[in-house]
């Protein structure tokens, strides 16, 4: 979350901003990043959740200042428009509304000095304890269980670490997503074996989704993290929070999709599918991304430093660009839905509805099945291909399913992008490998205003997707049924989100990431003071400390989710002792 500051500095620049705490005034001093606009204004951006060790700004109260040589300059502001200064604080609730983190601001009382003031403060509350005797008895055995079973994991990442290799050969490829092998992942373990690396390294692997995980699986991924010295993850792994050393491991997420449009990840801090700021997307060593301009977008998803976000291209893409896979697929295609072959095949791959992978779907009520069908006409079928979070098929009619056909069986998405003529989606990732074979893309947003206010987007919807949008059902069969689909913005879309239109992608991961490390390191003025700044920065208002391995407290994202209370009480006391 981005506090931008516009100061006025008369007399030439300084040397530098920064804040201070008013509890320790110039005995600690927090640097501010500042740009100059020119007639002696400067613009300053602190990003106020990713601060302290990629945390928040410490608890306390600071002033505003400005260096050059050995003079201060604490920042002024118009006292005849305080009253201001309440319409520009923020509160984000997040944590299930069971906490909160505060930016406001104001005046300080020193009528010789009124200077501007920041505060910045993390608040929680309990979760509802049990009721009765008995369920307060059942409640603590629970914990108790739940923090001996943590403690067991624990246990066995620590004994495993002592078989890693000093020489960094053992790499663990994992997903709690995925059942298998996938995306990123599998193209760039497959690139290590044709480059012949597996003779230098160990592979470790670990697939587990919310429907095959379980306490025995959880053990064995506790072990094979613990003996990796790198370890490879393309999807959100919150057993990160528990397990996992960025000290001493290299863990790198190779995400599996583009930026997209919708808001996701710390992008959406204080909002409807907030994480808390604690949270495992920030223990990431690195993560990858397909341009320069993209470093930014994916910095403030993980709540990671920019200089972590290496812009080495996306490595599935390399498998997607290679000479003659289309024709490899649409041979394989024809065999297994041979009403589709010699047609114009449509792709219908929208996002999924809901929170997660929990209640997942997709609001079919907005398609007429029978009209659709009637827009194909003879030569053109659509091919439904559900969001991999949502469970139920697609409900075409039987009477339907020569033209509209569930393709939910085909192993890959990519391949039958590289088969399909038109692209029909919403607010999907999928958007990118399609946009570099330049064809049609149909943007079908019926709930555009909806899904803008409740998930939020990072861009401008109507401006950035990169073909025609319909916002009703009768304006996407008005667009299929057009002889003609315009392209024109693709070529845009695939200059600013693709460094790397090549099939080299999965080398650079390997190259820059796992043989080496990026030429240039990612310690910004900022986290270099984080390091030290829990123990320096005191609270002006102090809570309950808590112990120092609170910071490292599991929540229940992988284990029994029953225990919602425990993890929202560890949050607080997370956010007390920062």
């Known amino acids: 979350m981005i506090l931008t500051f516009v100061v006025r500095f008369p007399g030439g620049a300084p040397d530098s901003f920064f804040l201070t705490p008013n509890s320790r005034p110039y005995e600690v001093e927090l640097p501010i990043r500042a740009e100059p606009l020119g007639d002696e204004r400067f613009r300053l951006t602190i990003n106020v959740t990713q601060f302290n060790r990629r945390a928040q700004v410490p608890n306390g109260t600071y002033y505003l200042v400005a260096r050059r040589g050995e003079v201060v300059y604490p920042a002024s502001y118009p006292l005849g428009r305080a009253d201001e200064l309440g319409d520009a604080s923020r509160a984000f609730v997040y944590n299930k509304n069971f906490s909160a983190y505060t930016v406001t601001f104001g005046i300080s009382d020193d009528e010789s000095a009124p200077f501007f003031l920041m505060r910045t403060y993390s608040f929680g509350r309990s979760g509802k304890k049990p009721s009765s005797t008995v369920a307060r008895l059942k409640s603590k055995a629970k914990k108790k ?239 439904f291909r559900q969001h991999h979070f949502v469970p139920d098929p697609a409900p075409i009619p039987p009477e339907f399913a020569d033209r509209l056909i569930d393709v939910a069986s085909y192993p890959d998405t990519n391949d039958l992008m590289l088969i399909s003529d038109v692209l029909i989606t919403d607010y999907s990732s999928v958007i990118y490998e399609y946009a570099l074979l330049e064809r049609p893309m149909i943007f079908f947003a019926y709930d555009l205003d909806t899904y803008s206010a409740t998930r939020g987007m990072h861009k401008d919807y109507r401006e950035a997707a990169p073909g025609s949008i319909a916002t009703t ?106």
């Open 473 to 578: 059902f009768d304006q996407l069969v008005e667009l299929i049924r057009m002889p003609e689909l315009s392209n024109a913005m693709t070529k845009e879309f695939v200059k600013e989100n693709f460094d790397y239109v090549d099939t080299h992608n999965s080398d650079r991961v390997i190259d820059s990431l796992i043989l080496s490390e990026p030429v240039s390191g990612f310690e910004s003025a900022d986290s270099v003071v984080g390091d030290e700044l829990s123990n320096r920065v005191g609270e002006e208002d102090p809570g309950a400390p808590g112990q120092e391995d609170q910071l490292n407290e599991p929540t229940d994202d992988y284990t029994d989710s029953g225990d919602k209370n425990e993890a929202e009480d560890e949050e607080n006391q997370w956010q007390t002792s920062q």
């Open 145 to 383: 269980w739940t923090s001996t079973k943590r403690r067991a994991l624990r246990s066995v990442f620590a004994l495993s670490s002592f078989r890693r290799p000093t020489d960094g050969s053992n790499i663990l490829f994992a997903s709690e997503a995925r059942p298998n092998m996938q995306g990123n992942l599998k193209a760039v373990h497959d690139r290590m074996l044709e480059r012949g690396l597996d003779s230098d390294f160990n592979f470790g692997y670990s697939f587990r989704t919310g429907r095959t995980s379980s306490r025995q699986s959880a053990f064995a991924l506790a072990w094979e993290m613990g003996k990796a010295n790198t370890i490879l993850i393309d999807d959100y792994f919150a057993i990160l929070k528990d397990l996992g050393n960025r000290d001493e491991q290299k863990i790198i997420q190779l995400w599996h999709a583009g930026s997209g449009f919708k808001s996701v990840g710390y992008s959406r801090f204080g909002q409807y599918g907030s994480p808390n700021l604690r949270n495992a997307h920030r223990l990431y060593s690195y993560a990858i991304c397909g341009s320069q301009h993209l470093r930014d977008v994916y910095s403030e998803a993980f709540g990671i430093e920019r200089e972590a976000v290496i812009a080495t291209g996306l490595p599935r893409i390399d498998g997607f660009l290679r000479d003659g896979r289309a024709e490899e697929v649409l041979v394989d295609f024809d065999e297994q839905f041979p009403l589709a072959k010699g047609k114009r095949k449509i792709l219908f791959a929208p996002t999924f509805r809901g929170r997660g992978s929990g209640d997942a779907h997709y609001d079919y009520d907005q398609i007429d099945f029978r009209e659709l069908y009637e827009s194909c006409g003879p030569d053109t079928v659509i091919l």
